[in-house]
């Protein structure tokens, strides 16, 4: 059974940060691509950042230079430091797992963690 387990959500005023970490089991497919997505009320869900299994990363233009992802592979976890926190940056963040030819839709997605910047 696949499951996707997000933690580090939650509230804070802007200008801060949160670490976000998404635990990943029941997959053992090495090539791989994790990312984190957003979606907020009344919005698409849309990619944040991704890290290929080898390490390479892709980040969504708002969030260049204030975001990182990294990944742990022996403990199958991804993580995204979020620094400068801006109120638009509020929104459901979710982890999803895809093998390297997938669509993002077509992989594994977590249950979601709410972050909120106050401004």
């Known amino acids: 059974q696949v499951q996707l387990v997000e933690s580090g959500g939650g509230m804070v005023q802007a200008g801060g940060s949160l670490r976000l970490s998404c635990v990943v089991s029941?997959?053992?497919?090495?090539?791989?691509?994790m990312g984190w997505y957003r979606q907020a009320p009344g919005n698409q869900r849309w990619l944040v950042a991704a890290?290929?299994?080898?390490?390479?990363?892709n980040y969504a233009d708002s969030v260049k230079g204030r975001f990182t992802i990294s990944r742990d592979n022996a403990k199958n976890t991804v993580y995204l430091q979020m620094n400068s926190l801006k109120p638009e940056d509020t929104a459901v963040y979710y982890c999803?797992?895809?093998?390297?030819?997938?669509?993002?839709?077509?992989?594994?997605w977590g249950q979601g963690t709410q972050v909120t910047v106050s401004s």
């Open positions: 029941g997959i053992i497919f090495s090539s791989n691509v």
């Open positions: 890290i290929t299994s080898g390490g390479t990363t």
């Open positions: 999803n797992w895809k093998r390297s030819t997938w669509r993002a839709a077509d992989g594994y």
